[in-house]
């Protein structure tokens, strides 16, 4: 069964903008984490966020997380064609690796 | 590029058949996981090895069997293949049991069930 829900499911935006995923989760985590998949293969792991945690940066993403209403959002800014793949949220109940995805959401950036 | 090798890259079974995947984890990796993803959906967990030791499963039939080796390579035997098995079949590998160790994703095997 997938814990997180990706919203919207799917999203495109023109080179430049700003995009911005929202996942819900039903259970408690440890942590969540986003990752990336291009073209249906392999997922990379984008960023990592503690359940004591709020918010986070890497580079051109930030993510926040909001434990009372169990979801998380992902901010990726200055969007560029490359970031064009499907984004996952994970969380993992129990602080182990065995990670519970979400449906995730389709982000399409157009030149 | 991750250092997670995955074979073969795509295959193709018809039901009632028995299928085999295998991994080779990253250097220094002990821990495999293994995940199915079916077309527009999000990865399930199938179950994760530690060390040789199955060390959790999902919610899959017994005939999802897999096996760590010494080098921690892994496989993923599936009998009595359905259409419904039909997926991408991705492992992960990672540096023990917690989370906050990065799990690394190979590209992936791609099978088809006719």
């Known amino acids: 069964s997938q814990q997180g829900e990706e919203d919207p499911q799917a999203l495109s935006i023109q080179e430049g903008e700003n995009a911005t995923m929202n996942c819900s989760y039903k259970t408690s985590i440890n942590n969540l984490q986003w990752y990336r998949q291009n073209s249906g293969r392999g997922l990379v792991h984008l960023i990592l966020?503690?359940?004591?945690?709020r918010e986070k940066h890497s580079g051109r993403l930030r993510v926040t997380l909001d434990t009372s209403k169990k979801s998380s959002s992902l901010l990726i800014t200055a969007s560029r064609a490359a970031d064009t793949a499907s984004y996952f949220c994970?969380?993992?109940?129990?602080?182990?690796?065995?990670?519970?995805f979400g449906k995730g959401t389709m982000l399409l950036v157009s030149p | 590029e991750t250092g997670v090798t995955q074979s073969p890259t795509h295959l193709i079974k018809t039901r009632g058949q028995q299928v085999t995947l295998r991994c080779s984890s990253q250097s220094g990796h002990n821990t495999v996981s293994w995940y199915q993803q079916a077309l527009g959906q999000g990865p399930q967990f199938i179950f994760q090895y530690y060390r040789e030791e199955e060390n959790g499963r999902g919610n899959f039939p017994p005939r999802f069997s897999g096996l760590q080796f010494p080098n921690y390579s892994s496989e993923l035997n599936v009998n009595a293949l359905e259409l419904d098995d039909s997926a991408l079949y991705l492992c992960?590998?990672?540096?023990?049991?917690?989370?906050?160790?990065?799990?690394?994703f190979g590209p992936g095997t791609r099978l088809t069930v006719l």
């Open positions: 992960a590998s990672s540096v023990g049991l917690l989370a906050d160790n990065e799990q690394f």
């Open positions: 994970a969380t993992d109940a129990r602080g182990y690796s065995t990670l519970t």
């Open positions: 966020i503690r359940s004591n945690e």
